[in-house]
């Protein structure tokens, strides 16, 4: 079974500092790994993927993520946090091989970037 | 990218009575799912839409409660049945296609009732 962990409730960064949101995924087969953020009454929106290739990837509003096998994690990154980054963030794995298979999403992550 | 739009975006309802969700997707798409959402807490998937076949539910989840149609590739409703206040959350409509790899949201309906 699919399952992801997201480590921290809520991450506290400072304007301008380098933020990181953690993510831990456990998956069969060999996964797809995505990130959403989700703002104040909407939907998610989709941030970023991993799905084959180069380790990093980068997505929308200069985010990023590293993929790392070994520790099977896929963390969230950015070098400069704004004020306005933040929200609630979540990480969701698919298993590569099972294109029935739905999305899990992990149990979210509050960043708040202070001014 | 799929844009998805949803509705009503909210409502607040009466005890014992139905609502029903729309869900309009601007292409064809192969997956669609539907997810109950409480504020700032994860997603819990209640059923994936299939289209021209009875919706396949998650654990917890009954057809009888909450009835899903999907009449082609673009366009499905949820409807939540009967309903009581534990029902209140918010309930979002998503959708995937094979190619793109991910899934994308609705704005969500945020469900009261009372």
């Known amino acids: 079974a699919q399952s992801v962990a997201q480590p921290e409730d809520q991450v506290n960064v400072a304007e301008g500092n380098p933020l990181t949101v953690k993510c831990t995924y456990s998956?069969?087969?060999?996964?797809?790994l995505f990130w959403y953020v989700q703002y104040p009454n909407r939907g998610l929106q989709f941030l970023l993927k991993?799905?084959?290739?180069?380790?990093l990837v980068k997505g929308s509003y200069g985010f990023e993520a590293e993929f790392n096998k070994s520790q099977t994690s896929f963390h969230l990154k950015k070098p400069s946090a704004l004020v306005s980054d933040s929200a609630l963030y979540f990480c969701?794995?698919?298993?590569?091989?099972?294109?029935?298979?739905?999305?899990?999403f992990g149990p979210g992550t509050r960043l708040s970037v202070l001014p | 990218s799929a844009v998805i739009s949803q509705k009503p975006s909210r409502d607040i309802c009466q005890r014992g009575t139905s609502l029903t969700i729309q869900c309009q997707v601007d292409?064809?798409?192969?997956?669609m799912f539907w997810y109950r959402q409480q504020p700032g807490q994860s997603l819990t998937l209640i059923a994936t839409?299939?289209?021209?076949?009875?919706?396949?539910?998650e654990s917890g989840f009954v057809i009888d409660k909450f009835p899903i149609s999907r009449p082609n590739l673009t366009f499905s409703t949820l409807t939540v049945s009967n309903m009581s206040p534990e029902d209140s959350s918010i309930y979002l409509c998503?959708?995937?296609?094979?190619?793109?790899?991910?899934?994308?949201f609705g704005q969500g309906t945020r469900l009261t009732v009372v």
């Open positions: 998503s959708a995937a296609d094979m190619g793109a790899r991910e899934a994308f």
């Open positions: 998956v069969s087969g060999n996964p797809y």
């Open positions: 991993y799905i084959t290739g180069d380790n």
């Open positions: 969701a794995v698919r298993d590569r091989g099972n294109y029935g298979q739905n999305f899990v």
């Open positions: 292409s064809q798409v192969t997956m």
């Open positions: 839409a299939n289209q021209g076949s009875e919706a396949t539910y």
